[in-house]
């Protein structure tokens, strides 16, 4: 039986511990820790699972550790984890620099075993994306469109940009999908609240396989979307994770004929963080490489960061003048 810990108290850390703890047949979850005392007991009571005081004794209870704290949090509650032999799932993005994230690597050579190192890009593994991916297999790939918009809140200001709370899913499926790195990036977006990191983003990726890939992240408007739309030379497949439903529409054509036939799939509902769980632990146990690990996040972190440079470069344009040019 796997015993596992979360490091950290925060949403992230809240969603990883409920998946762990669904998988009570699989796994033990010894524990919670956070560098705020209050913010761990507070979690640990809310799931009646241990409250870890200190970190190092925390490290004897498991056997994985789920890194999940704030973001200037995770480098060093990742290098501690991988330094005493334990495995790893951690959340994105890895660190607040790329530097940083970097820095993970040469962590996980100096472990004294390799170590299952797993980035948490829950969707990932979201039944509705995973049978989009099969859906595109074998198939020229042309496009991708994707829209991911949450309500805008009122309250505190968020701890990340959108382009990192939201489309850096997006940007991870691109890749999973494709295989080929980002070859040309064009962005723009805005703030709603002064001050604030960016509330809406669209970026125009070109692939290096000419795949072009089209991002919009929203949290300025009423609306809650997750769709991705994937165009091959064979199809157009629309996939929507809110609905759980793919429709495609896939062309055949014979001598002076054109056929279209449309297909919806409606897949069952499936937590996508406790199927993220359940892939982790599969890793452990058999101490494979998964499917989405620290060279994956560190190359969506870079494109995140690309994305964001370029939206700031047009938000901090020379303010054009109006009427007639003063003399």
């Known amino acids: 039986m796997v015993r596992a810990i979360v490091l950290g108290a925060g949403t992230a850390g809240e969603r990883h511990a409920r998946a762990l703890r669904a998988l009570a047949d699989r796994c033990v979850l010894a524990g919670v820790y956070d560098p705020r005392p209050a913010d761990a007991k ?17 490290f004897d209870e498991a056997h994985v550790a789920v890194i999940a704290g704030r973001v200037e949090d995770r480098p060093m509650l990742a290098r501690a984890a991988l330094e005493r032999g334990l495995d790893v799932l951690i959340e994105p993005p890895l660190a607040p620099t790329v530097e940083l994230a970097h820095s993970l690597l040469s962590a996980i050579v100096r472990a004294p075993r390799r170590p299952i190192a797993q980035v948490a890009f829950d969707e990932h593994f979201d039944p509705v994306v995973r049978e989009l991916r099969a859906s595109c297999a074998d198939q020229t790939l042309v496009a991708v469109r994707a829209e991911r918009m949450d309500p805008a809140t009122a309250g505190p200001t968020p701890e990340l940009d959108v382009v990192q709370a939201l489309m850096s899913q997006d940007l991870q499926f691109v890749m999973a999908l494709t295989g080929e790195p980002i070859a040309a990036t064009q962005a723009a977006g805005r703030r709603v609240r002064r001050g604030g990191p960016i509330d809406h983003a669209h970026a125009l990726l070109v692939m290096e396989d000419d795949l072009v890939a089209s991002l919009t992240a929203s949290r300025a408007g009423g609306a809650h979307v997750r769709r991705i739309r994937v165009t091959t030379t064979q199809s157009e497949i629309l996939a929507d994770l809110d609905t759980g439903t793919i429709e495609a529409v896939r062309t055949t054509s014979t001598v002076g004929r054109h056929e279209s036939v449309a297909q919806r799939v409606e897949l069952p509902h499936e937590d996508p963080a406790v199927a993220q769980a359940v892939a982790f632990l599969k890793y452990v146990e058999r101490r494979t490489s998964p499917d989405v690990g620290i060279g994956q996040a560190i190359a969506v972190q870079e494109a995140a960061l690309a994305i964001v440079k370029r939206v700031e470069l047009i938000a901090h344009r020379p303010a054009m003048r109006r009427g007639p040019q003063a003399a």
């Open 42 to 58: 507070q979690l640990a009571m809310a799931l009646g699972i241990p409250w870890l005081e200190a970190l190092e004794p925390a």
